[in-house]
T-cell receptor, first 111, second 112 residues
Framework: EAQVTQNPRYLITVTGKKLTVTCSQNMNHEYMSWYRQDPGLGLRQIYYSMNVEVTDKGDVPEGYKVSRKEKRNFPLILESPSPNQTSLYFC??????????FGPGTRLTVL | SQQGEEDPQALSIQEGENATMNCSYKTSINNLQWYRQNSGRGLVHLILIRSNEREKHSGRLRVTLDTSKKSSSLLITASRAADTASYFCATGQTNTGNQFYFGTGTSLTVIP
């Protein structure tokens, strides 16, 4: 089944404790992206990647890192999480950056 | 921010009625897409319209695009209770390569 998977689905952590949210797709898509969704603000793009070893900043990249060492994986790294990064995070992939397929979301709470 | 805006923020209609929601954006675009999200879940792509297109249909969905007004509308005809969801527009903008900007969404409730 074609899908985008994210792990973990739910995470509660404390300020400053490094964490990684994994994202994987099995559709051989070139384009992958991370978004955060906050009430009243819609989805905002954090980082995106057009291909392996190519990443670019989105609208709200501060406090986040990404890497694209393999085509199928695009992990989101929070080196020192803060409470303002409490949000619902979505990973998405697409063949050429058009129709995007979204993962199920990761609900992160930073205390 | 280059984020789009949907209008209305919330819409409640009876089953069988048509639902219309609008999206406005700020800069030149390559394409505009509409997505649907059921509460707290991942978004699902509905339809894409390119900047050189004015109207597109897919099943009960009709999308229009007016690049001179920087706006788009999504019409869902003969609505069903299962259409209850939030709907977002997303723009791929010409000056930012492959970056995408989502609107703030319209919450649609279809009453059986």
């Amino acid at each position: 089944e074609a899908q985008v998977t994210q792990n973990p689905r739910y995470l509660i952590t404390v300020t400053g404790k490094k964490l990684t949210v994994t994202c994987s797709q099995n559709m051989n898509h070139e384009y992958m992206s991370w978004y955060r969704q906050d009430p009243g603000l819609g989805l905002r793009q954090i980082y995106y990647s057009m291909n392996v070893e190519v990443t670019d900043k989105g609208d709200v990249p501060e406090g986040y890192k990404v890497s694209r060492k393999e085509k199928r994986n695009f992990p989101l790294i929070l080196e020192s999480p803060s409470p303002n990064q409490t949000s619902l995070y979505f990973c998405a992939s697409s063949l050429y950056g058009n129709e995007q397929f979204f993962g199920p979301g990761t609900r992160l709470t930073v205390l | 921010s280059q984020q789009g805006e949907e209008d209305p923020q919330a819409l409640s209609i009876q089953e069988g009625e048509n639902a219309t929601m609008n999206c406005s954006y700020k800069t030149s675009i390559n394409n505009l897409q509409w997505y649907r999200q059921n509460s707290g879940r991942g978004l699902v792509h509905l339809i894409l319209i390119r900047s050189n297109e004015r109207e597109k249909h897919s099943g009960r969905l009709r999308v229009t695009l007016d690049t001179s007004k920087k706006s788009s509308s999504l019409l869902i005809t003969a609505s069903r209770a299962a259409d209850t969801a939030s709907y977002f527009c997303a723009t791929g903008q010409t000056n930012t390569g492959n970056q995408f900007y989502f609107g703030t969404g319209t919450s649609l409730t279809v009453i059986p």
